[in-house]
């Protein structure tokens, strides 16, 4: 007789998940407030957020936050097409495109749902995606619904690009970010914008990690080149320099037009609760304003002394400018020690593995915020440095 597999084994599957150390587990935290977080008792310093410039828990978030339930309450109650889009939605909007310097610019619950939306609402069989190969999972998502054809490009790499831009057919759509979300380095956006404009294909930068902290008034890495113009889709969350959640596409109106009639996780999902709008659109101002200037430069200067902490040990980190900074350790289990290793010493720095990242390439993902102090910086050099050294 012959032996069936049970095509619903799952424990199998987990299990395979362990032995690759590849498991990953949702470990609640008590208490998250700027730097520090709690559970069980413990406090850890914080360093995996990417709320670079620590707004989340700023007092000035609480109270807009709290202005805005107080004045809108809850949920909104329905899609923003059937009657979700309240006034202080429409504003928000209307600050985001005028920040980003487009016409227009249309948000969504997440930025995972901006992706989502675009770029299949934008493109679709006998057009062509050509990604760089580090770009985000909800891009690479977003390019397969759509049914393009999709072309991958070796990370940053402009010859293979322009190859690829040669031979595409249809409507192309360059896509890339502006900060690698887990490499921490800048895409050459300038020569990019050029190509693209070369070959007549549109350009989508996800500058996810960028805006807040980068730029004047922390537009991005487009603006702080020159080359935002160049830009035909400008994508962003609100859930990383934010301190809040959301995310947008910032282009023509033509574009937003559509996004409004085709993106589906734009229609088909309930406007986000309106006191979000509201208190976007105040920690918007704060972004741009001088408070905004003076957390940039904290980000910054703090990304620098690890920069310089981490080279001091041996690990060179990308040029920058960014708040990211990988320790790249290799296999996953190397990873996980010294994540554990950490967590022991006090510092909450989980590791980055498969699938997030290739396999063999396992890291730490060191992220800083304005809100951290030399010294939990230096401490964490030094814990680093006893961790990483070769033992005995
Ligand atoms: C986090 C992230 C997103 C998704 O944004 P959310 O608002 O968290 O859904 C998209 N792109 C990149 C590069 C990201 O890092």
Redesign the pocket.
Known sequence: MQERTDPWDITAQLDELRTQGLWRELRPLDELNGVTVRADGREWINFSS?DYLGLAHSIEMKQTLAEGIVKYGGGSGASRLVCGTHRAHAELEEALADFKGTAAALTFS????V?LGTIPALMGAGDTIILDKLC?A??VDAARLSGATIRVFPHNHLEKLERLLQTAKGRVLVVT?SIF?MDGDAAPLREIAELKARYGAWLLV?E??AVGVLGPQGRGLAAALGVDQQVDLH?G????AFGL???YLAASRQVIDLLINRARSFIYSTAPPVHLAHALSSILKLIRGESGDALRSHVLSHAAQTQALLSEIGVTSPPGPAAILPVILGEASRALEVSARLREAGFLIPCIRYPTVARGSARLRITVSALHTAAQIQALGSVLRETLEPQG
Not at 110 to 113: D, L, T
Not at 237 to 240: C, E, I, Q, V
């Open positions: 990417n997440s930025g995972f749902a992706a985000h909800s891009l970010e979300s996800d996810a990690h994508l969350t609100l859930s990383k959640s959301g995310g």
